[in-house]
Nanobody, 125 residues
């Protein structure tokens, strides 16, 4: 089982980025998946969650209306579209999966069973 995140970079405030996470070793048709981030000096926080079996999503208040999580089952890839980025979105972003549950409830409350490697997102002018 592997999650390979990519797509980070430097972007100006108000700009957009799309993160990708290639999953291998399991199919994106049942587990819950999500994106987490960790800013310097802060705890890791979950920002977006997706139940891949029914496509129900959840977002943290800090990103709601600006970020969109989705998956492409044919490509076995998870995405995080980030729009209207702010300096406070600067962080290392991690994709993650909970292979033991289909609902994202456990992922949101107990954390993932599998982590991808992080990708740096920097929002600065």
């Amino acid at each position: 089982v592997q999650l390979q995140g990519s797509g980070g970079g430097l972007v100006q405030p108000g700009g957009s980025l799309r993160l990708s996470c290639q999953a291998s070793g399991f199919a994106l048709d049942r587990p819950a998946v999500g994106w987490f981030r960790q800013a310097p000096g802060k705890e890791r926080e979950g920002v977006a969650y997706l139940s891949t079996w029914n496509d129900i999503t959840y977002y943290s208040d800090s990103v709601k209306g600006r970020f969109t999580i989705s998956s492409d089952k044919a490509k076995n890839t998870i995405y995080l579209q980030m729009n209207n980025l702010r300096p406070e979105d600067t962080a290392v972003y991690y994709c993650a999966a909970d292979l033991g549950h289909s609902s994202s409830y456990a992922l949101r409350h107990n954390g993932p069973s599998n982590w991808g490697q992080g990708t740096q997102v920097t929002v600065s002018s």
